[in-house]
């Protein structure tokens, strides 16, 4: 569903990204990972379309969203996305804030977005805190928030950027089990994380990044049964330690 | 020499029209001036905020055209020096016709020159309201447009009530430059008061406290605003 080839970026001379080739099946769920400042966050934005790619190509169902003349905004309707720092809308109270891209992307009439709002906010354990504004939930409430606000929009895959590195260690399971949940919902998810437990629990593959360039893109088996590269061994017994 | 005391001036016919109608040009002026200010501001806000390097450019080139000449020159150079420029037809018009020339050119210097000031703080209060919340709303699939209309501009916009408001008491204060080109507002009627009475301590005293009372007005009512706007942990604008 999602296919990247050869995708190359630079920031001026910087190369972020260095020939980066994997894909994502339907209800494939691929965790990336790898040390920080190695591209992993410029990667997945680079599958929406909110980082552009100088080289390479990158294939979402028929979209090729390199291609100047794609639609981003509506590819970007049919992607959800949860980001590291949750980036719900302030001034908006949770209710609102799911229903914001049905209303006013999707066109659907207020009753049925907040119907639909609800019932998600429901899912993620959220149901009593609709009323609120972001900044009075907890980091992991507000992460679940983001979360309903990506599945609001009956997305075909949904995008993580580490969306329990800003949270308290008593706060990262909620979000996870809804993550795992939805994976085994089906979704197609591709995850950049350092929760190697998730990874465990439900990826399929995982990619592991190192200095712009993807250095493994194995199987979840494969990869923590035996990795080949020495800097995937150091990273994993690095965050495996503890 | 002897100052003969004389606060009962200040209530006399004619002076204390003098000083209503006085009060009234300047408020005319500042609220003018503020609307061109707000409406253009805001626009060279977003233009410079843009993904659109063109509309950038534009919105630079104003602010540092704008912001770079001291206002009393750019008023002098709107009342004395544009009409020379315009063709001779236009020139003429603007010279001998256009209504209430004094206060129709104040009203325009004063809102062009305050749209580069305001430009600059609402591109603050988009730059505060940030890249991620820019990137959380496209990602949901919102046009560039609509993200400014219900994200950035809400946020941005709240987080810079405080120094609109000092804004907007800066052309309060600064309509009074149109006493140089023949509007007698508020400073103006004051002068004239002294001229005829030669109470001047009275009038002036008059003008700073009635200048006072509309700065308290307007900071109550900013205040007010601020208050129903409030949404909980919204971050403030350092002043
Ligand atoms: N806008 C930018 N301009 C210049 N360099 C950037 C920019 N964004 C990210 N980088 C650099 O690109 C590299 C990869 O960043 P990122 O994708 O955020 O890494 P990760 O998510 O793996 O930590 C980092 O070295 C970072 O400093
Ligand atoms: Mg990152």
């Not at chain 1, 994976?183 to 994380?193: E, H, L, Q, R, S």
């Not at chain 1, 200095?211 to 035996?226: H, L, N, R, V, Y």
């Amino acid at each position: 569903m999602i296919l990247m080839e050869n995708v190359s970026k630079w920031y001026g001379s910087f190369q972020v990204l260095n020939g980066c080739t994997t894909s994502v099946s339907k209800g494939e769920v691929v965790v990336v990972c790898g040390p920080s400042g190695s591209g992993k966050s410029t990667l997945i934005k680079t599958v929406n379309g909110l980082e552009t790619i100088q080289e390479g190509k990158i294939t979402v169902e028929e979209t090729i969203v390199s291609n100047r003349k794609t639609n981003l905004n509506q590819l970007r309707s049919r992607i959800g996305m949860v980001f590291q720092n949750f980036e719900l809308f302030p001034h908006m109270s949770v209710l609102e804030n799911v229903k914001l891209g049905q209303m006013k992307v999707l066109g659907r009439a207020d009753s049925e977005s907040e119907n639909k709002a609800k019932l998600l906010l429901d899912r993620v354990g959220l149901a009593d805190h609709a009323a609120k504004f972001p900044s009075q939930l907890s980091g992991g409430q507000q992460q679940r928030v983001a979360i309903a606000r990506g599945l609001a929009m009956d997305p075909i895959a949904m995008l993580f950027d580490e969306p329990t590195s800003a949270l308290d260690p008593e706060m990262i399971n909620d979000v996870l089990d809804v993550m795992v949940e939805l994976a085994n919902d089906g979704m197609t998810m591709m995850v950049v994380t350092h929760e190697m437990g998730f990874a465990k629990k439900v990826a399929d593959r995982v990619v592991f990044m190192d200095e712009g360039k993807i250095i493994e893109d194995a199987t979840k088996d494969d990869f923590f049964g035996s990795p080949r590269s020495d800097r995937a061994q150091q990273f994993l017994s690095k965050i495996l330690s503890y | 020499m002897q100052y003969n005391w004389d606060w009962g001036i200040l209530f006399r016919d004619p002076y204390i029209w003098w000083l209503v109608d006085g009060l009234q040009w300047t408020l005319t002026i500042a609220i003018c001036a503020w609307v061109i200010a707000f409406c253009l501001g805001s626009i060279l806000g977003i233009m410079r905020t843009s993904i659109n390097p063109y509309l950038r450019f534009i919105g630079t080139a104003y602010v540092e055209l704008f912001r770079n000449v001291p206002l009393l020159v750019q008023l002098f150079l709107w009342y004395f020096v544009f009409p020379e420029l315009l063709p001779e037809e236009a020139g003429r018009w603007v010279k001998r016709e256009m209504p209430m020339p004094g206060f129709t050119t104040t009203v325009l210097a004063l809102g062009l020159y305050t749209a580069s000031r305001l430009c600059e703080q609402v591109r603050s209060g988009i730059e505060a309201v940030g890249i991620g919340q820019r990137n959380a709303g496209r990602a949901i699939g919102l046009s560039e447009t609509k993200v400014y209309i219900h994200i950035l501009l809400p946020n941005a916009y709240r987080i810079i009530i405080a120094p609109l408001t000092s804004e907007f008491l800066t052309i309060f204060k600064n309509s009074s430059l149109a006493l140089t080109i023949g509007v007698i507002e508020l400073t103006g009627m004051t002068r004239q008061i002294e001229e005829y009475t030669f109470q001047g301590f009275e009038a002036f005293t008059a003008a700073t406290v009635i200048y006072s009372l509309v700065t308290f007005t307007v900071m109550g009512f900013m205040l007010h605003l601020e208050k129903r706007l409030y949404v909980p942990g919204m971050i403030a604008a350092e002043k």
